[in-house]
């Protein structure tokens, strides 16, 4: 089993900035991508940022350049950086671990809320 810890969330006005963090720990072992992903109410869960082992990184058009997606290996977590917040960025925010070997495991989310 694989848990995963997310804090970071909050309310934040137009423009701010807020980071979230995730710490993986349990049965983790080898190469594994890290992600976030947001669920806005009524719409379905996207995608917003992801990392592979060695770095390599994809975005979600709408937060390219205003979000920062990076891990530290050494301690199994992964960082989400945002800058200039929208309100069309409030959603839930889950991190996503993955691995080929041992599977998929979701954060319990954390509340983003930004105001206009």
């Known amino acids: 089993q694989v848990q995963l810890v997310e804090s970071g969330g909050g309310l934040v006005q137009a423009g701010g900035s807020l980071r979230l963090s995730c710490s993986a720990s349990?049965?983790?072992?080898?190469?594994?991508?890290m992600g976030w992903y947001r669920q806005a109410p009524g719409k379905q869960r996207e995608l917003v940022a992801g990392?592979?082992?060695?770095?390599?990184?994809n975005y979600e058009d709408s937060v390219k350049g205003r979000f920062t997606i990076s891990r530290d290996n050494a301690k199994n977590t992964v960082y989400l950086q945002m800058n200039s917040l929208k309100p069309e960025d409030t959603a839930v925010y889950y991190c996503?671990?993955?691995?080929?070997?041992?599977?998929?495991?979701w954060g319990q989310g954390t509340q983003v809320t930004v105001s206009s």
């Open positions: 349990g049965s983790i072992s080898g190469i594994f991508s």
């Open positions: 990392i592979n082992s060695i770095g390599t990184t």
């Open positions: 996503n671990v993955r691995s080929t070997v041992w599977g998929t495991y």
